[in-house]
């Protein structure tokens, strides 16, 4: 196990990692800050329970992840989004005839796994991502950021499984024409 | 069987990365995509999504 001192730094050295995660799915400096502040905390004291068996990183977005859910359940507390916000089917709808075709048909994105290697890239997808519905975001984050399986979903946003598939496929199909205009078309 | 629309088809595509299908789901959905070229890239930029997500933190 590494002295103290040079623990500290390594987990300080991973703060903005942890930032960034946090704010990804939280949207709010402030909480996030708070719960990196919380994450890195549990983390110096716990320290033994590290014993390096995994990745430095990978344990303490660990600890991070609690944190965030225990700040979604306090966000969930304090309702400043109404649901119908999020309840208009809106641009999907027009993305299909009456019928349920295509009324233009997705364009081809190659070999996207290339897009992967680009910053420019990730900053398209965030900014796509900025422009979701905060509780179309919020579900869709905690899905395939943080990796919660639907029931966990559904139990913190207190919602049915129908209307989480529903929040995770406008999400996927909001996202899918954001990204073809911002980086794939052009 | 029903013959699924692309709006049904890519529902149940989105559905398929969150549960585990019914097997006739899973018939009908690859009936569909056999045929259908816009759904198949709609499906694979859903997934495509997914690992793009999964790497954002990292970057930037």
């Known amino acids: 196990m590494p002295p103290p001192a040079d623990f500290r730094a390594q987990i300080e050295a991973l703060r903005p990692y942890l930032l960034r995660y946090a704010s990804l799915q939280l949207r709010d400096a402030a909480a996030a800050e708070d719960c990196v502040q919380e994450a890195l905390l549990a983390a110096l004291t716990g320290q033994a329970s590290f014993a390096g068996r995994a990745k430095l990183r990978t344990w303490l977005t660990g600890i991070l992840k609690h944190k965030i859910v225990d700040a979604i359940r306090r966000q969930a507390r304090e309702p400043v989004v109404p649901a119908e916000a999020d309840e208009e089917p809106g641009e999907i709808d027009e993305l299909f005839s009456e019928r349920g075709h295509w009324n233009e048909r997705p364009a081809a994105w190659g070999e996207p796994d290339g897009a992967l290697e680009q910053a420019q890239f990730f900053r398209a997808l965030e900014m796509c991502l900025e422009r979701l519905p905060l509780r179309t975001a919020r579900a869709f984050m905690m899905r395939e950021h943080i990796g919660f399986e ?21 999400a996927r199909m909001t996202l899918r024409v954001c990204l073809q205009q911002a980086w794939f078309a052009r | 069987m029903k013959l699924l629309s692309c709006k049904e088809t890519t529902r149940l595509v989105s559905q398929g990365l969150d549960r585990e299908l019914a097997f006739g789901e899973r018939v009908a959905l690859r009936l569909h995509l056999a045929y259908c070229i816009g759904c198949r890239r709609a499906g694979r930029q859903m997934t495509f999504l997914r690992r793009a997500v999964r790497d954002l933190a990292a970057r930037t």
């Open chain 1, 150 to 170: 639907t029931g966990e979903i559904c139990k913190e946003l207190d919602i049915t499984p129908t209307h989480c598939w529903v929040l995770l496929y406008r």
